[in-house]
């Protein structure tokens, strides 16, 4: 097609859902430029079996090690007519940090045209890729996502999507009689498919987000540019089924997304508000605070501890703070 493509992929202690992943990227019925691989201080045996699948230690190369405050070190090899490059970061900056580094890393080394993103986790189909890249050329489009199936049931979405007419489905294929081809909305990064242009004016992700709304965020500020993201509902990419509980309250009146891992709810919590705040959805804030504060005295039979650590990750999303989550993390909670 004439077109470079770069694939970012970030991974961390996933080391089977990422060689199904990567061997999926290599599978692709159109050749990809570069395969930039960032490795997120994984603790398993992912540099192990990344080292013995493409010989690194061959090839290692010194290239740029440092992005900012993001350290790494990186090597380069070669995979059928691909180039792939290691990044090794130093420390885990989340799923956020890998791919602004991966992103910045492919803008500022390598000449590409497409920059093709996805964690770890999912994989795409055989022609994922290819229908991505024609789409994007034949409708001019710089931001293009698949559709997100559930990886273990094809049929499925791996969440519910709203029709055109607002009501939700989890059936693949009612969702796309109901919108056609394109679909006017996207659930980013799985599989995205973003044009040079996306990364000029837009830039990077946010790495200090660290997990949990990163890709919205970027989502946001692509649509105040003036670009509109869409989903091309014939792409296919494969995900795990939404892992954040979506919890009743208010005598099933309401839903409200929760999850025991102080970690992740601190990051979603604190990450959405910094997003209400900025993108024209402030409202949301106050009452968001109503539903949780609901939430954790009657739903949760007066979880004290988990109101407090809602209220600390809004004041942390209002204020800009980005490090109260290193306490979390280091707990591993």
């Given at each position: 097609?004439?077109?470079?493509?770069?694939?970012?992929?970030?991974?961390?202690?996933?080391?089977?859902?990422?060689?199904?992943?990567?061997?999926?990227?290599?599978m692709q019925s159109i050749n990809l430029d570069n395969v930039i691989i960032v490795n997120n201080a994984s603790t398993d045996?992912?540099?192990?079996?990344?080292?013995?699948?493409?010989?690194?230690?061959?090839?290692?190369?010194?290239?740029?090690?440092?992005?900012?405050?993001?350290?790494?070190?990186?090597?380069?090899?070669?995979?059928?007519?691909?180039?792939?490059?290691?990044?090794?970061?130093?420390?885990?900056?989340?799923?956020?940090?890998?791919?602004?580094?991966?992103?910045?890393?492919?803008?500022?080394?390598?000449?590409?045209?497409?920059?093709?993103?996805?964690?770890?986790?999912?994989?795409?189909?055989?022609?994922?890729?290819?229908?991505?890249?024609?789409?994007?050329?034949?409708?001019?489009?710089?931001?293009?996502?698949?559709?997100?199936?559930?990886?273990?049931?094809?049929?499925?979405?791996?969440?519910?999507?709203?029709?055109?007419?607002?009501?939700?489905?989890?059936?693949?294929?009612?969702?796309?009689?109901?919108?056609?081809?394109?679909?006017?909305?996207?659930?980013?990064?799985?599989?995205?498919?973003?044009?040079?242009?996306?990364?000029?004016?837009?830039?990077?992700?946010?790495?200090?987000?660290?997990?949990?709304?990163?890709?919205?965020?970027?989502?946001?500020?692509?649509?105040?540019?003036?670009?509109?993201?869409?989903?091309?509902?014939?792409?296919?990419?494969?995900?795990?089924?939404?892992?954040?509980?979506?919890?009743?309250?208010?005598?099933?009146?309401?839903?409200?997304?929760?999850?025991?891992?102080?970690?992740?709810?601190?990051?979603?919590?604190?990450?959405?508000?910094?997003?209400?705040?900025?993108?024209?959805?402030?409202?949301?804030?106050?009452?968001?605070?109503?539903?949780?504060?609901?939430?954790?005295?009657?739903?949760?039979?007066?979880?004290?501890?988990?109101?407090?650590?809602?209220?600390?990750?809004?004041?942390?999303?209002?204020?800009?703070?980005?490090?109260?989550?290193?306490?979390?993390?280091?707990?591993?909670?």
């Amino acid at each position: 097609m004439g077109n470079s493509i770069s694939a970012v992929i970030v991974t961390f202690n996933r080391q089977n859902d990422f060689l199904r992943c990567i061997d999926a990227v290599f599978m692709q019925s159109i050749n990809l430029d570069n395969v930039i691989i960032v490795n997120n201080a994984s603790t398993d045996n992912t540099l192990k079996i990344l080292n013995e699948k493409f010989s690194f230690s061959q090839y290692t190369e010194k290239l740029p090690i440092e992005t900012d405050d993001v350290v790494y070190e990186a090597s380069v090899s070669k995979f059928n007519e691909s180039v792939i490059y290691l990044l090794n970061l130093q420390k885990n900056t989340g799923g956020a940090g890998g791919f602004y580094t991966g992103l910045k890393f492919a803008h500022q080394n390598l000449k590409t045209d497409y920059y093709w993103l996805m964690d770890d986790d999912g994989y795409p189909s055989d022609n994922c890729l290819e229908m991505l890249v024609s789409k994007s050329l034949s409708d001019k489009l710089d931001y293009v996502m698949p559709v997100s199936l559930d990886i273990n049931h094809h049929e499925k979405l791996s969440w519910f999507v709203h029709k055109p007419n607002k009501e939700k489905t989890d059936a693949y294929q009612e969702l796309r009689d109901s919108w056609g081809p394109i679909m006017d909305f996207v659930v980013p990064f799985n599989g995205v498919l973003l044009t040079k242009n996306i990364v000029e004016n837009v830039g990077y992700i946010n790495k200090d987000f660290f997990i949990w709304g990163d890709d919205y965020e970027h989502f946001f500020r692509c649509k105040k540019a003036g670009f509109n993201p869409v989903t091309y509902l014939d792409a296919k990419f494969y995900h795990p089924s939404q892992t954040v509980s979506s919890c009743k309250m208010c005598f099933g009146l309401f839903r409200i997304s929760y999850t025991e891992s102080k970690l992740r709810f601190y990051c979603m919590i604190r990450n959405w508000t910094y997003i209400y705040l900025r993108y024209n959805q402030k409202i949301k804030v106050p009452i968001k605070y109503l539903m949780y504060l609901w939430f954790f005295m009657f739903t949760r039979h007066f979880d004290i501890a988990g109101w407090k650590l809602y209220k600390k990750a809004v004041k942390a999303g209002k204020t800009n703070d980005f490090t109260g989550h290193f306490e979390y993390l280091i707990k591993k909670s």
